[in-house]
């Protein structure tokens, strides 16, 4: 055997190349929806012999096939009919063009807009780690949280011994940490949970001879937590001390979170739960993980979960958010700390703002990610030439994600608007119908625009040929950054 090895390794190799690279060159070509992906992917895999189809494996494969958990949805876990929002109501208090973006987001995002929710805004890290620690420390029945990132440091020490103290008085707990979110931190939060006794897995984890195949490049970015079926908190906040006055002082990083209640809770929990069932193999089914659902609400807050990620929800953001900005009509403010649109998008705002439609996009002056930082800039002039603002806010990092619509239609959550976030992460967001949420979310972008410094033509030209062009180069690797 050795023999024949050292006669024809070179043919046996070649054989081995050629039938890697038909059968990336396959997958690219049939998964691929962007030509251009599928040409570019192809030719690196023809004009790289191993490494190309190896490399395709670790950044090119950008789907999770998870039919079958999709399909066996807890069913406990899903709104009541009569909470569901009619066109026609949409219509009477929002006007015709809301109702057709409704119709929309029922047709990509498939959970409904439901009313009777109540939404809270919280501000600050302080606000929203003490909003959910009294909620854990309250719990009766159950806890799940997912979290792209879970530090082992003073905040999460502390979050983490509520949900220790909650499994030891009988209540379900369940964490769900992304594999490359739990590595922020060493040793990881895991650890500690465990040793605790509370249930604990990580997203998308396998290791296969040190690499996460074949989705290598796929995160959970979700930040949900459910409390008793009753009470939700989600949006941009990771679990991380830097987020708070208390231990960053002053310099602490901005984000913008959110505690609900009403109807969308069961939606929210159903996105839990199908990540917990895809990482750990376990359903949450029993009177544990029921939803109480309200009678009756005061709450008109109009309210839709809009999960997206590499699976059957692929670029669900990306399409209402296209959406959104074809019924705008006055106003879009956008909030991103990473602001990286594609094309599509990109010609979305141009053209709203050809339109006559005030488009008004900040982003912070120091990012805490330099390399995103330089490609965005890179981008810059494509958007400022075309009758779009940009403004870099002062003061510490801002991570909140919010997009709001003429101050009634508000989009907020976890997805940056980046290739990441739009393609390969699996992200969670809300869409708000609700003209005091949307103003009040306004008002927040607006306070910040007012100490903001404008971005200009002039001054992104003027900056030396050789920065500019590091920067072209550095938004070349866009999609994986």
Known sequence: MWGILQAYWPHILAAISIVMAAIASAHAVMTKDEVRAAIGWTGVIILSPIVGPLLYAIAGVNRIRRATILAQRPGHGRPATRFHASAKAVGARFGQRFAALKTLGDRVARHPLTTGNSIETLRTGDEAYSAMLTAITAAERSIILESYIFDRDPIGLRIADALIAAHRRGV????????????????????????????????????????????????????????????????????????????????????????????????????????????????????????????????????????????????????????????????????????????????????????????????????????????????????????????????????????????????????????????????????????????????RVEAVMAQATPVTLAGLRARPYVLRLMDRLIWLGSPYL
């Not at 505690?259 to 069961?266: F, Q, Y």
């Open 172 to 443: 379900a707990v369940r964490v769900l940490i992304d594999a490359v979110g739990a590595r922020y931190s060493v040793p990881s939060i895991a650890g500690h949970l465990r040793e605790g006794g509370v249930a604990v897995d990580v997203f998308n984890g396998n290791i296969i001879m040190g690499l996460r195949l074949p989705y290598a490049n796929l995160r959970t970015h979700r930040k949900i937590i459910v409390v008793d079926g009753t009470v939700a908190f989600m949006g941009g906040m990771n679990i991380r001390q830097g987020f708070t006055r208390e231990f960053a002082g002053d310099a602490y990083a901005h984000d913008t979170h959110f505690r609900l209640t009403g109807p969308i809770v069961a939606d929210l929990f159903t996105v839990a739960a199908e990540d917990w069932r895809f990482a750990s193999g376990e359903a949450l089914e029993g009177p544990a993980w029921d939803i109480t659902l309200p009678a009756a609400s005061e709450f008109a807050a109009l309210v839709r979960a809009v999960p997206s990620g590499p699976d059957s929800y692929l670029e669900t953001n990306h399409k209402l958010l296209m959406g959104a900005l074809s019924v705008a009509r006055r106003s879009v403010r956008i909030m991103s700390p990473y602001f990286l649109p594609d094309q599509e998008l990109i010609s979305a705002l141009v053209t709203a703002a050809r339109r006559g439609v005030d488009i008004d996009i900040i982003v912070p002056s120091v990012n805490n990610l330099v390399l995103v930082d330089r490609a965005m800039t890179a981008q810059f002039d494509q958007i400022l030439k075309n009758y779009c603002r940009i403004w870099r806010s002062t003061g510490p990092f801002d991570h909140s994600k919010l997009f709001i619509v003429d101050d009634c239609w508000a989009y907020v959550g976890s997805s940056n608007l980046d290739p990441r976030s739009l393609r390969l992460n699996f992200e969670i967001d809300i869409e708000v119908l609700d003209h005091d949420f949307a103003g009040g979310i306004a008002e």
